[in-house]
């Protein structure tokens, strides 16, 4: 089967670093996304991972090991507008499926 | 062209109506999906379709009838729908393969009266 957990509700400073994390169990490992929502706006992706390591994209960053089933997205001097939902997903079953299934998202509120 | 569009933003419909929804890509996308996503709540996959042929049905009630047209459209038709089927309707396209990241419109806003 397939589950996928990640903290509910988060808040952070704006100008701080904040680590959200994921952790994830799946029959078959086909990488894992990560997808910002802002609210009554749609999913947007951010990353995609699929070996072990730190994958850098400007003040987003995101982390996967998967042995541990574990993967972490890290913001960087955090701006109000990175206030959103963060979506973690894997693929369900095989990746040519295209079955992409969801954590239930992690709230995040940037406060001044 | 590096966009999936969704029209209409908005819908509202009775119980007895027929509408469609529609979505279109210029990626060059192979893949496209519908999505339906309740408040507070991830998207749950409802079709996935693969050079223009559906490969997964998630079990969704007949009255929801995904159509692909052409590699670059996407529709679902609907029909008697119940309040319940009130939700965000997403569209999204992939490259073939499904590896990358699937691109998402913005969405139809469904209420059922």
């Not at chain 1, 699929?50 to 995101?62: A, P, Q, T, Y």
Request: net charge positive; charged share 20%; aromatic share 10%.
């Amino acid at each position: 089967g397939q589950n996928i957990d990640q903290p509910t509700e988060m808040t952070a400073t704006e100008g701080a670093i904040v680590q959200i994390n994921c952790t994830y169990q799946t029959s078959g490992f086909n990488g894992l996304f990560w997808y910002q929502q802002h609210a009554g706006e749609a999913p947007t992706f951010l990353s995609y991972n699929v070996l072990d390591g730190l994958e850098e994209k400007g003040r987003f960053s995101s982390f996967l090991s998967r042995s541990k089933g574990y993967s972490y997205l890290l913001l960087k001097e955090l701006q109000m507008k990175d206030s959103a939902s963060y979506l973690c997903a894997t693929f369900g079953g095989s990746s040519n499926t295209g079955k992409l299934i969801f954590g239930q998202g992690t709230t995040l509120q940037v406060k001044p | 062209d590096t966009e999936v569009t969704q029209t209409p933003k908005h819908l509202v419909m009775g119980m007895t109506n027929k509408k469609s929804l529609k979505c279109e890509q210029h990626m060059g996308h192979r893949a496209m999906y519908w999505y339906k996503q309740k408040a507070k709540k991830p998207p749950e996959l409802m079709f996935v379709y693969s050079y223009e042929k559906l490969s997964i049905n998630e079990s969704v009630p007949s009255r929801f009838s995904p159509e692909c047209p052409n590699s670059s459209l996407l529709n679902l038709h609907l029909h008697a729908l119940q309040p319940e089927d009130s939700a965000l309707y997403l569209c999204a396209s992939s490259r073939e393969g499904h590896r990358m990241g699937q691109f998402f419109g913005p969405g139809t806003r469904l209420t059922v009266l």
